[in-house]
């Protein structure tokens, strides 16, 4: 029995998702909750969370890169990539450290140019972490 319960915790963890006001805070602070084919980053990014190229071929995400127009397809592939590169934040719900590997890359956390954007999407949580 114990060693069901831990099963089902730990499966029920590893698909643990960062709260729906995380990926509110993301769209906000990337194109002001703008939706449709935002072009960013000197036209290197895409859509309402601006994905860049590599980044959605690096989140494994079936689909056209085009796709990521798409807020709901946007957030498939952003979360496909946090589970990746940070699995941990991931299921901590850690949404400073999500936030910091979306803005500078799988070492985004390391990074001290990625505190602000992660301050930025703080704030627009309402200051949760």
Known sequence: ????????????ALHAAPP??????LHQVETSGRTGAIRGDN?????????????HADSRVPGDYSRCADLAYSIKV??????RYAPQAWVAGDTT?????????PAGARKAAT????????AAMGGAR
């Open 43 to 55: 036209g290197k990014a895409l859509g309402p969370l601006q994905i860049h190229r590599g980044y």
């Open 1 to 12: 029995m114990i060693r069901t319960t831990f099963l089902l915790a730990l499966t029920s």
């Open 115 to 122: 505190l602000p954007y992660a301050a930025k999407v703080r």
């Open 20 to 25: 729906e006001a995380f990926w509110r805070a």
């Open 97 to 105: 450290t999500l936030a910091r590997v979306h803005n500078g890359g």
């Open 78 to 83: 952003a979360s496909a990539y946090l589970r």
